[in-house]
Structures are given as C-alpha cells and as structure tokens.
C-alpha cells in the first residue's frame, strides 16, 4: 500500500524577487503599510476552524507587543456576523479586516503578501490550505490535528494543540517578535512543500505507482 497526498502547483506562488508586491489586501482594496506584520487566516468561518479562539488570542497578542499588525479573515461562512460582532466587543476592529470570499488568484495574491499563517482548525484531512501558505512562505501555525504535521513540523513552522487559545497567543507572539525565526520557518515550509508536495513531484509518484 502507498499513501500518495494531494499537492499543490507551488509555481503560483513564486514571486520575481526584483518586483515589489503592492501591499495591498485584495477584494476590499486597502494598502497595508511595509511595516506592518499581515497574520492571515483563510477559509470558511464556521466554529470548526477555531476562529472564536484567533481573535481571542489576537487580542491578547496585540496587548503585550509594540509591533504594528493586521489580522486578515478571508472567506464566508455562517459565522461571519458573529465575527464581525466579537471583534467590535473586543475593540480589535482597527486591526482586523474581513475580506470575504476571494477569487483564488486574489488568495494567492494574499498568501503572497501575508508573513503569518494561522490554521487553528479543530478537525483536518489533510489541509490544502496550510499547503497553499507554506508554498508561499508563510510561517504557519496550525494546530495538530489529521495529516497536518506531515506539512508542519518543528523545522516547518509551529503546531499547537486545538482550542488552545493560549498556544495560539503564545506563537504570535514568538513570531512577530523574532523576525528571523518567522522568515526561516517561512522559508524552510516552502522548501518542504515543493520537495513532497508539488504536483509535480505528486503526478511522479502516481504514475510510478500505476508502472508498478
């Protein structure tokens, strides 16, 4: 028996390093400053994916650093007034954009821009979206849970435990703070995902398997 794992085609998210990408979040239009950190999280917001405990730890995140950050939620779903209504309790909305449902070259283009990732799922496959991050070099925090750590490991990013909002504020913090740390998981996640998970590399093992 052989596992073979749906990929990703890592090409979309390469970037010319002689051109600067505009900062700029898709959909709603608004230019994010160069100082600022992008956290990102994209997908369907329904209680599954942890979203209550992101802007809980969000909160707290931004309480005890002095950097500059925008939380971005991109995606739809039965949450999303819910959402919306917790972070105007919470006092982050200065802070916090939602995008709504993104045409894929417009997540690309955010996956692309965006320094953090945060996947805080309670229940996964094996999450294209965390691929789809790493490809673009994104340090990736995600919770343990289905194939998830065969994407994130301790060279490839950061696992946390599920509805761990504390977890979730801890590694923000790490990785807004440590500069160098967020870019070397970054980098360290792309190299990983285009070694096991281009469809490349995933079309290869597929038609060895069918020769076999």
């Given at each position: ?10 090409s979309l998210f390469e ?19 160069d100082d600022s950190i ?85 229940n996964e496959g094996l ?86």
């Amino acid at each position: 028996t052989q596992l073979i794992y749906g990929g990703v085609d890592t090409s979309l998210f390469e970037v010319d390093p002689k051109m600067k990408l505009s900062r700029r979040i898709p959909k709603i239009d608004q230019q994010i400053s160069d100082d600022s950190i992008i956290i990102t999280y994209l997908g369907r917001l329904i209680w599954a994916k942890g979203l209550r405990e992101l802007l809980h730890a969000y909160k707290e995140t931004i309480s005890q650093i002095n950097a500059e950050t925008m939380l971005v939620i991109a995606g739809a779903g039965e949450l999303s007034n819910e959402l919306k209504s917790q972070v105007q309790r919470l006092a982050i909305s200065d802070s916090v954009i939602f995008t709504g449902n993104l045409e894929y070259e417009d997540a690309v283009h955010l996956f692309n821009i965006s320094d953090i990732f945060v996947h805080p799922s309670f229940n996964e496959g094996l999450p294209r979206v965390v691929l789809e991050s790493a490809a673009a070099g994104n340090a990736v925090i995600a919770t343990d849970v289905g194939s998830t750590k065969e994407i994130i490991n301790s060279q490839t990013g950061i696992l946390i435990e599920p509805k761990n909002t504390q977890q979730i504020t801890n590694s923000l913090i790490q990785l807004i703070n440590q500069p160098e740390l967020r870019k070397k998981l970054g980098k360290d996640a792309k190299l990983h995902v285009k070694r096991y998970f281009d469809w490349h590399v995933i079309t290869q093992q597929f038609y060895d398997f069918l020769q076999e």
